[in-house]
């Protein structure tokens, strides 16, 4: 009995200190079989459930593959331009419904089979008929797609489209060969510098370069991306030398660590993620504009981004990044002013259910939002759900919650307010119109008319957004190439290098 | 002579155990007493300007990354611990102290049997999963915690209470109580249970050690006390990405968690051998 009181109580020193030594793992994956200068180790947070994601959602599949391993007409440069891709020019007619794109010569795919216009067809087609995905609607636009020649392609679009080109830098826009679509889940075939060389679930995926590439052949032989179930764990990994680059920080108090210029290099940048603070518009209390806009009187953005994610990030105030051409500076729509919270609810309280996902920066942030409404009469009792699959279920698809807090990273998404089963519920049709002339208008119009949306949503106070996350990037001294900013959905490999 | 040096030198060990143990026990529910009136500052109350403040000028231990106090939060985080560690062992004893003196006086029927194997097999599914699992269907919270940890105890409880049970059933005072025709329930309650009730004690104590560490085990994991309710598991895993900047803010809960197991630890200790019977003959004897 005696030996057994001794253990147990050890274990609980042991418990204060496992944050010491867990997570370093079975060390560096990415030093086998080729020269270690070759190579490089990524580490990330979210393992993919399969890597097809024309099927699957999930932001961590285009992350690892898309302008890696697939490639599409057009990418997303660092400063959100789009700029040709598998398509070396492409021109748009006057009416701007037609769009024919001339294809770079010599592209094969991993497989072996050359890249053509007949590709092209089949892969946007294959967006209406196979895709699961809910934002394939994006390419709904699209009326017809056909092969002028081998190196030619039309887009012909059922009316003039801004989001079109920009889709067509996303997932959606991946070219797929006709003879490599038979394993997507396990066996992805594209165009791209890297192709799959082995997946180790649970633990990493790694990638080689692909020695039919049409492009300037990345510097690197090999990559492995490392997943990590936990930031400590990522941290400590970085620190023994298990891991070259963290993709990511997920605890931003610990980049103290990595303070150390002469051995760490940190990469900080922009993200198109709004973590937002989402009320239900759908069901009392949040129904009541007044108290949706008591909260955004209540809550001290500046503070809470200082205690919640370390002052790391910028302060938005509504759906738009600021890489967005149509962003406006809105934080200064709803000042941090508790009187005037108070006066909105009318000396009344609430008692409201925060459902939030189990994630650092909502925790985190949860508590904080719980502390500041306090202070104005509503009491917001914090329910964490694991993610994602409790949280998609209860808050995501059966909207059963008050508020909520999850960073919403797809780019350029505030078309999410204008679907009024979408979970905020929020339901303003004058909203939608403007998104629709949005689409349809020229440049200038498509920027004023999202301006004046992104107003009219902060206004509504249709959520709150509580800041913009940042791209925090941890390499070793010596790593070159690192994307600064995360505002496409992949990763981008290309340019990584190591000195 | 050699049997009384060394009864000797039991009893001093066992009264610094128990005394020690006690000692520690008392402080954490004093702490925890005191919490629901008093405690320095609002524990969840956060303060961007007091972020990561030093110790001192009010703030004992200092503050942690939302400015919250941590001497308050640790009192809170001690009431925590208890209200988990009382409800499971309740829960534990309430299900496994019947369920092993039915199964103790009647040690050759089918319901001991029965009650025996279901037994084991709850002994095999280790309490951190069960809670992690309940936590994943019904949603993290104390309640769950509580619950899985004092089911996983049930076990325990029922083999010490089957065991203890099988060793009273055979004296002679409960021989004369069917002859003289008492009925079962009136024997299990009125001579069994208060002797084996010394046991008991020693097991719930033991069982408060198991059940404080389950609570930081599972906060810390996500899976317990809710945020932002302070508890001991959550500050450690709170303070995880401090750990190299702000080592204190991961001391004192590890600390705090470690002399509360150790105190229910020593206690029970203290208190089996206190209360043996055996080693109550030997001081008898002297």
């Known amino acids: 009995m005696r030996r057994i009181g001794i253990w147990i109580a050890a274990g609980g020193l042991l418990l204060a200190t496992a944050a010491c030594g867990g997570g370093s793992g079975n060390g560096s994956a990415g030093t086998g079989g080729t020269p270690k200068a070759q190579s490089l180790s990524v580490g990330f947070v979210a393992e993919p459930a399969n890597l097809d994601f024309t099927s699957t959602e999930g932001a961590a599949i285009p992350q690892a593959l898309l302008v890696n391993v697939y490639e599409g007409l057009v990418k997303l440069d660092q400063n959100g331009e789009i700029v040709p891709l598998l398509a070396e020019k492409w021109d748009v007619s006057p009416d701007r419904k037609t769009y024919t794109f001339t294809l770079r010569e010599n592209v094969k795919f991993s497989g072996g089979a050359p890249f053509t216009a007949d590709d092209v067809t089949f892969s946007l087609d294959r967006v209406k008929s196979d895709w699961k995905l809910k934002i394939k609607s994006q390419l709904d636009v699209i009326d017809k797609v056909e092969k002028k020649d081998d190196s030619t392609a039309v887009v012909t679009l059922k009316r003039p489209s801004n989001g079109f080109l920009y889709s067509m830098a996303t997932r959606l826009g991946a070219m797929f060969s006709r003879t490599g679509v038979a394993d997507l889940a396990n066996k992805p075939v594209g165009t791209g510098p890297y192709v799959l060389s082995s997946w180790r679930r649970g633990d990493s995926i790694q990638l080689a370069a692909n020695p039919s590439y049409w492009g300037t052949k990345p510097p690197l032989g090999a990559i492995t991306l490392k997943y990590f179930k936990d930031a400590t764990a990522m941290n400590n990994a970085l620190l023994t030398g298990g891991i070259d680059v963290i993709s990511s920080v997920q605890a931003p108090e610990s980049l103290q660590q990595f303070a150390d210029p002469g051995r760490f290099e940190t990469v900080e940048g922009t993200t198109n993620g709004e973590v937002v603070l989402s009320m239900n518009n759908g069901r009392p209390p949040f129904d009541d504009k007044a108290v949706r806009q008591a909260v955004r009187h209540a809550i001290d953005h500046k503070a809470l981004l200082d205690t919640a994610w370390a002052g790391r990030g910028q302060l938005i105030g509504s759906m738009t990044a600021p890489t967005d051409p149509w962003y406006e500076d809105r934080t200064g729509d709803y000042p941090y002013d508790p009187a005037k919270a108070k006066q909105l609810l009318g000396g009344k309280t609430y008692n409201v259910k925060m459902r939030i996902p189990n994630l650092p920066y909502a925790v985190n942030s949860a508590q904080v939002v719980k502390s500041q409404l306090a202070q104005v009469g509503i009491n917001a009792e914090i329910e964490p759900l694991e993610f994602p699959a409790r949280w998609l279920d209860q808050v995501f698809t059966k909207g059963d919650y008050d508020l909520s807090i999850i960073n919403h990273v797809e780019p350029r998404d505030m078309g999410i307010f204008a679907d009024k089963s979408y979970y905020f519920r929020y339901d303003n049709p004058e909203f939608g119109k403007l998104l629709a002339a949005a689409d349809e208008g020229t440049e200038q119009e498509q920027t004023d008319d999202l301006k004046q949306a992104a107003k009219l949503l902060s206004d509504d106070a249709a959520a709150d957004w509580l800041f913009l996350f940042p791209n925090l990037i941890v390499a070793k001294k010596g790593v070159t190439g690192l994307p600064k900013n995360a505002i496409a959905e992949s990763f981008d490999f290309t340019a990584l290098a190591k000195q | ?286």
């Open chain 2, 1 to 286: 002579m050699s049997r009384r040096t060394s009864a000797k030198a039991n009893r001093g060990r066992m009264n610094a155990g128990l005394l020690a143990g006690g000692a520690l026990v008392a402080l954490v529910v004093l702490t925890a007493l005191v919490s629901f009136f008093w405690t320095p500052h609002d524990p969840t109350l956060v303060d961007a300007a007091g972020k990561l403040r030093e110790p001192g000028g009010g703030y004992l231990l200092g503050a942690d990354k939302f400015g919250r106090d941590t001497f308050s939060q640790l009192m809170v985080g001690a009431r925590t611990t208890l209200y988990v560690g009382v409800v499971a062992v309740g829960i534990a004893a309430a299900l496994g102290v019947p369920l092993g003196m039915a199964a103790g006086m009647t040690p050759r029927g089918w319901l001991s049997e029965l009650i025996m194997r279901v037994n084991d097999l709850v002994f095999a599914f280790p309490a951190l999963l069960l809670a992690v699992m309940l936590g994943a269907v019904y949603g993290a919270g104390t309640l769950t915690a509580m619950i899985a940890i004092g089911v996983a105890t049930v076990p325990a409880f029922a083999r010490v209470a089957r065991a203890a049970t099988l060793q009273v059933m055979v004296t002679d005072y409960i021989l004369a109580a069917r002859a003289a025709g008492r009925r079962r329930g009136a024997i299990a309650l009125r001579h069994v249970l208060p002797n084996i009730g010394s046991m008991l004690i020693v097991q719930a104590s033991v069982s408060f050690a198991i059940a404080i560490l389950a609570e930081a085990a599972l906060s810390f994991l996500g899976f317990g006390t809710r945020p932002p309710t302070p508890s001991w598991g959550r500050m450690l895993q709170e303070s995880q990405e401090l750990l190299f900047s702000t080592p204190r803010l991961a001391l004192w809960p590890g600390i705090a968690i470690a002399l509360a197991v150790l105190g229910f630890n020593l206690l029970g200790d203290g208190l089996r051998d206190f209360l043996d019977p055996k080693l109550r003959r030997i001081r008898a004897e002297r």
